[in-house]
């Protein structure tokens, strides 16, 4: 059982470490899970993104976006939609009215890198931030909001990894 507030840790020792946390995660979560991605330039969010395209069976390669800010994967059990705001001020982000995209388009699960662009940030979501280890990275998931949280715990139990903190 993971504690409201508390988070799951995951040591990613290698690149494939990091792929397998994102099909890990595409097998537990649902259409509509939010996850924001926070971490430093290089360390490791387009390449979670690839692995949770993969869980979902998608083929096309995920690259980053970029210069293309979305980029929409239909193919797979869900549909998956992957944003970089990188090149983004919070007031530019705040013009772009991301709610009304997520009510138009199918739903899916949604990968946000650069989360600290958002002006305002959704009720429910998943977080993820990441540390860079001597060798690799650890990453911290916490939930916000009581349905993120079933995800946690659906996927702290599929696992058999992570430890409370
Ligand atoms: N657990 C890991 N240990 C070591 N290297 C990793 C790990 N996960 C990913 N990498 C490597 O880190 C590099 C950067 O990965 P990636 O492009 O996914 O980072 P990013 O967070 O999306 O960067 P950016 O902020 O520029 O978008 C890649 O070479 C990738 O293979
Ligand atoms: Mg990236």
Redesign the pocket.
Known sequence: MVQPGAGVVVD????A??VGLGMGLAEILPAGAILLLQ?D???????LVQGLAQGLGISEPVT?P?FALIQEYPEGRIPLYHL?L?RLTPEEVQQLHLETYWQEVAPGIVAI?WPERLPIRPVNYLHLSWQSMTS??RVTLTAQGTTPQSWLENFSQSQGFGELV
């Open positions: 990613l020792p290698d690149p470490a990091t971490g330039l290089g360390s490791g969010k387009t390449t980053s970029t970089d990188y890198e690799g990275r």
